[in-house]
């Protein structure tokens, strides 16, 4: 079992950058492919960013440019970080993990909420 849990959430202005954070336990962190997915109101669930353990990484054409995700193998965090944030990017923020040897993302995090008024 995996347990995901992220931080960095908040209400921030357009423009202003933020970090989140998530934590990684119960398995071996450089077996799974990792994730940020985003959910606005009324929209379904999106990838925003993926990393893999060797740091290759990939990115919604709507973040391009300015986010960045990364990864921490000795300490099992994950990072998105977030620039020039726009009201568009209001959204809950998911961490997900995927193991190599699955299709799809297994283990999921609670969410946190990230806020950028119009």
């Known amino acids: 079992q995996v347990e995901l849990s992220e931080s960095g959430g908040g209400l921030v202005q357009a423009g202003d950058s933020l970090r989140l954070s998530c934590s990684f336990l119960?398995?071996?962190?450089?077996?799974?492919?990792m994730g940020w997915h985003r959910q606005a109101p009324g929209k379904q669930r999106e990838l925003v960013a993926a990393?893999?353990?060797?740091?290759?990484?990939n990115y919604a054409d709507s973040v391009k440019g300015r986010f960045t995700i990364s990864r921490d193998n000795a300490n099992n965090m994950v990072y998105l970080q977030m620039n020039s944030l726009k009201p568009e990017d209001t959204a809950v923020y998911y961490c997900?993990?995927?193991?190599?040897?699955?299709?799809?993302?297994?283990?999921w995090g609670q969410g946190t909420q990230v806020t950028v008024p119009s």
């Open positions: 119960g398995r071996t962190f450089s077996m799974y492919l």
């Open positions: 990393i893999t353990a060797g740091s290759s990484t």
């Open positions: 997900a993990a995927q193991s190599y040897y699955s299709d799809s993302y297994d283990y």
